[in-house]
């Protein structure tokens, strides 16, 4: 399983993922990666994705689909419209390698 960090998310940015929605796969965009608080313990950044106004997705988990990250199950959050099409974030918290 992928080990996601804000690093690798860096590299992938502007670059189109898949949702996997009860109609088909929908395209998403990563168009930001937002650096949290530093901590030498824990890494926290955010994702915003932006995709088409419809369908729109609710809050929750959904799988999504990266030609080169594969599949990844991230929980998404709609923040509204915004640059033509609807914006989602996720957040993430994890320990840094060593942290405990």
């Known amino acids: 399983m992928l080990d996601l960090n804000s690093r690798i998310c860096t590299e992938h940015l502007h670059t189109s993922f898949e949702v996997d929605a009860a109609g088909g796969l929908v395209p998403i965009e990563l168009v930001e990666v937002k650096e949290g608080n530093f901590s030498p313990r824990v890494e926290n950044f955010s994702l915003l994705f932006r995709g088409p106004m419809s369908p729109f997705f609710p809050q929750g988990m959904y799988r999504l689909i990266h ?18 099409g609807m914006e989602y974030e996720a957040v993430f918290n994890r320990l840094v390698d060593g942290g405990r």
């Open 67 to 84: 030609p080169k990250l594969g599949e990844l199950g991230i929980f998404l959050v709609p923040m509204g419209p915004n640059g033509g």
